[in-house]
């Protein structure tokens, strides 16, 4: 479920980007008043795009990860729990840049609703009953 939360969170930023870019374009152009315009919007955008990259790319790297754990590989929950941690850095940061305008409030709620499903799901690899299915190898 946080995956298509995730997916649909990208998926409303890119629809909206060319408003997002221009709220963004405000906001460096407040930051840098004396930048040139055609500047303060490559830079606007290239915050977009990298930001909007960094979160599909913390997904992507959790969906890989989600599939080692499917082959019961214990020690991936400890890769996974580097993954959520980079996941809600990266959140803070995207919600900051991404989440402006008019669909400020959902896009900063799907995002963070993403990043504390990723964590409970990863609280639940955890529990015990999780380590003995870990260490059962499946029947040939």
């Known amino acids: 479920m946080s995956f298509v939360i995730g997916v649909v969170a990208i998926l409303v930023a890119f629809v909206a980007r060319d408003t997002q870019i221009d709220e963004l374009t405000v ?30 790319v913390v997904i992507l790297l959790e969906v890989i990860l989600l599939a080692s754990l499917f082959g019961r590989r214990p020690w991936i929950r400890f890769a996974q729990l580097g993954a959520v941690i ?4 990266i959140t803070v940061v995207a919600v900051a840049f991404i989440a402006i305008g008019d669909q400020a409030p959902a896009l900063a709620s ?31």
């Open 86 to 89: 980079l996941h809600g850095a």
């Open 27 to 56: 906001v460096v152009g407040d930051l840098q008043p004396n930048a040139d315009t055609e500047a303060t919007a490559q830079l606007a955008g290239a915050i977009f795009a990298g930001s909007l990259s960094a979160v599909a």
């Open 110 to 140: 799907g995002l963070i609703a993403q990043a504390v499903l990723a964590g409970l799901a990863l609280v639940t690899e955890f529990l015990p009953g999780a380590g003995g299915w870990l260490r059962r190898r499946p029947k040939a």
